[in-house]
C-alpha cells in the first residue's frame, strides 16, 4: 500500500501504524476536527465512555499534525492510572519515554516507511 497523499488520509493511516505498535490500556479511537479550540490549540486526549479520544486539529500544516497525533497517542500510551476515570494527563515521566519511544520510532527508525502498509 502506498503512502497516502490526502493529508487526512495520511494522518489517518499514521493512527493505525501507532495503534497496532504501540498497545493502550484501553482502545483508543481518532477524531480530525478543524478549528476547534479547547484545552490546546492543536490536539487532546480524553476518555469517553471507557475510549480513549484522541482529537488532532487538521487546519495545520502535516507535519504539525503528524507530531500532534503523536503527542497524544502517547498520552494515551501513559495512561495507567488506577482509576482510569480520575486521571489527569499532564507530561510526567510516563508520557514523556512514551513519547520518545513513538517519536523516536516514526521519525528515525524507519516508521514513518512501515506507516506506508497501513
Known amino acids: 500500500m502506498p503512502r497516502e497523499r490526502k493529508k487526512d488520509k495520511r ?3 499514521i493512527y493505525r501504524w501507532l495503534a497496532f505498535s504501540y ?3 484501553k482502545p483508543t479511537q481518532l477524531k480530525l476536527v478543524r478549528g476547534k479550540k479547547r484545552r490546546s490549540d492543536q ?3 480524553f476518555l ?10 487538521h487546519k495545520y500544516p502535516l507535519y504539525s499534525c503528524i507530531d500532534t497525533l503523536i503527542h497524544e497517542y502517547a498520552h494515551a500510551m501513559a495512561w495507567s ?6 486521571y489527569e494527563f499532564d ?6 519515554l512514551a513519547y520518545a519511544k513513538a517519536y523516536r520510532n516514526f521519525n528515525d527508525e ?4 512501515e506507516s506506508w502498509e497501513f
Open 23 to 25: 498497545p493502550t490500556p
Open 110 to 113: 524507519g516508521g514513518d516507511r
Open 43 to 45: 490536539g487532546w486526549c
Open 81 to 86: 492510572h488506577a482509576s482510569l476515570d480520575a
Open 48 to 57: 469517553r465512555r471507557r475510549v480513549l479520544v484522541i482529537h488532532v486539529d
Open 11 to 13: 494522518i489517518r493511516q
Open 91 to 96: 507530561h510526567n515521566d510516563a508520557w514523556g
